[in-house]
Each structure stands twice: as structure tokens, then as C-alpha cells.
């Protein structure tokens, strides 16, 4: 079966799970080293930050992955990250539930309870929304900092820049033709307005309970309330027609068509989806 929901809206730019906690709850608290021990010295700290998938799209999914360590020689006295996202991204939130977000829209601060020990390590990834009208580059920073010196700060912060794809505007209308008993057959008209190819196009239907008898202009598979059609390659001003019967209820019920492309982003996502009755 193709498809899955369209992400409707978008996430408000604050984070409910926290972004990092550098010291796992099974190891102990470490003692600050003394002058005589062999641990004692300044922290070399470390961040770098990943994106995926590497081209955003808009109105799609896009992570962040901030991965932190210290080098040692001594232990980092309450290490402090702080990720800054773009503005053209929504957060949704995280992996980890320690962190806050920040005074300004799209930061998220970690703040550790703890000394983190020589030698840790770990990671956060972040989870954001590309909005629909966001233009690249997007970029993003990590900055991780400590009560301690290190020698080589070169490496306790990074950016990254991401590009937005260009995306497209798919557009799906619903007509119902005609009932006769329990049967309807309705038409659904699916349109590229472009500017990108889509390869991958498809419509998910909730049916409201009816069921798929047979469909034309498309594969089509069904469960019991959704059916899913893939369509042929929509170039862009390119259409594509379905002929869909289904069995409906003695009452019909409410309906919804929405359009997607799993690999294209979407810059005007208002119009991926019709609203209509089985009945």
C-alpha cells in the first residue's frame, strides 16, 4: 500500500524532550581531580553536527545529530550544548529529555547536572519540520562549553549548511458520479503544477469505513478503512485520472483524499488534500 498521512501544519519552534545528557545515569558522579592525580588538566572538548538527509525539502522531515565527547585529560565541570537551528525549521523535539529550549525560537540548551569523565561520549538527534516556504542554505550550529580550559577550542563548536530543494505543488480534487445502492463511484483528479518531476506520487484515501471494489489509472491497494494508489510519473503541468468504486456504508460517511510524494517536498501543501462523502 503507498502512502501515509501528510504532515499537516507545523510544529511550534520549541522543544518538548531535551537535547543531551552527557553522563549516563549508571555511571557515579566523578570527584573533581586533585593537583597530584593523574586526571588533572584542562578538558578537550569536542562537537560536530550531522544533517539528513543531506538535500531538505520543503514541508519534510529533517534531523540533526550533535555528537559530543571529551578528550580528556580531565574531567568537563558541568558541561553546557547548545544547538541553534534555522529559521526556516519548526523543532519537534529530540531523542533525550534532559534540555530546554533557549531564549530565542529554534535553541535548545543542555545543561549537564554533572561532571562527565575523560573519555565519554554521546549524542543527540534533533527532529525539525522544513517549512514550506523556507530557502536554503539552512544553517545550523552546536557549541559545547565547560567550567574547565581547553587547550584547543577549534573544536567546540561547528555549523553545517543545508540546501532546500526547489520542491513542487501537487493538487488532488475528489468528485463523487454516481450511487446506486451501495455503490459509488467517485473520480479523483491529482495534478503537478510543478516545478520538480515526481516519480514516486501517490494518494491516500480515508474511506470512512467503504470498501474498494475495483479502481481505474492507478495500482491500487486496500484495508478496511483506506485505500492507497500509486500513481504513474507527474511531470510538471502533468494531471493523472482514477475511476474508484467502492461499497459504502447505508449512511456515508466522511472522506478525505491527500496527495504525497515521499523524495519531493511541497511548497503550498494546502491543496494535497480534498474533503468529500461516500454517500
Not at 529554534?106 to 545543561?111: D, K, L, P, R, S
Request: charged share 20%; glycine share 14%; net charge positive.
Amino acid at each position: 500500500m503507498v502512502g501515509g498521512s501528510m504532515v499537516r501544519g507545523h510544529a511550534a519552534a520549541r522543544v518538548a524532550a531535551g537535547v543531551l545528557c552527557l553522563v549516563l545515569a549508571a555511571l557515579p558522579r566523578a570527584a573533581l581531580a586533585s593537583p597530584e592525580g593523574d586526571g588533572w588538566g584542562g578538558a578537550d572538548l569536542s562537537v560536530r553536527l550531522l544533517v539528513s538527509p543531506a538535500r531538505a525539502q520543503p514541508g519534510r522531515l529533517l534531523s540533526y545529530r550533535a555528537e559530543v565527547g571529551n578528550a580528556g585529560p580531565g574531567d568537563a565541570v558541568l558541561p553546557v550544548l547548545t544547538v541553534r537551528l534555522p529559521d526556516g525549521v519548526d523543532v519537534l523535539g529530540s531523542d533525550v529529555a534532559e534540555c530546554l529550549p533557549g531564549v530565542v525560537a529554534g535553541e535548545v540548551v543542555c545543561a549537564s547536572s554533572a561532571d562527565v569523565p575523560a573519555g565519554t561520549s554521546g549524542g543527540v538527534r534533533i527532529d525539525a519540520m522544513v517549512r514550506p516556504g523556507a530557502r536554503g542554505p539552512l544553517e545550523a550550529s552546536a557549541t559545547l562549553s565547560s567550567g574547565v580550559v581547553d587547550g584547543d577550542e577549534t573544536n567546540n563548536s561547528t555549523r553545517t549548511l543545508t540546501e532546500v530543494g526547489e520542491g513542487t505543488d501537487l493538487a488532488v480534487t475528489v468528485s463523487r458520479r454516481v450511487r446506486a445502492g451501495r455503490l459509488v463511484v467517485m473520480s479523483a483528479v491529482v495534478r503537478n503544477r510543478g516545478p520538480r518531476r515526481v516519480h514516486d506520487a501517490g494518494i491516500l484515501l480515508d474511506t470512512g469505513g467503504a470498501r474498494l471494489l475495483a479502481a481505474r489509472g492507478a495500482r491500487c491497494d486496500s484495508r478496511p478503512g483506506r485505500t492507497g494508489c500509486l500513481l504513474r510519473a507527474l511531470g510538471a503541468g502533468g494531471r493523472a485520472s482514477l475511476l474508484l468504486a467502492f461499497a459504502a456504508r447505508d449512511r456515508g460517511g466522511r472522506a478525505e483524499a491527500t496527495v504525497h510524494s515521499a523524495r519531493v517536498g511541497d511548497r503550498r501543501p494546502a491543496n494535497n488534500t480534498a474533503r468529500f462523502r461516500l454517500g
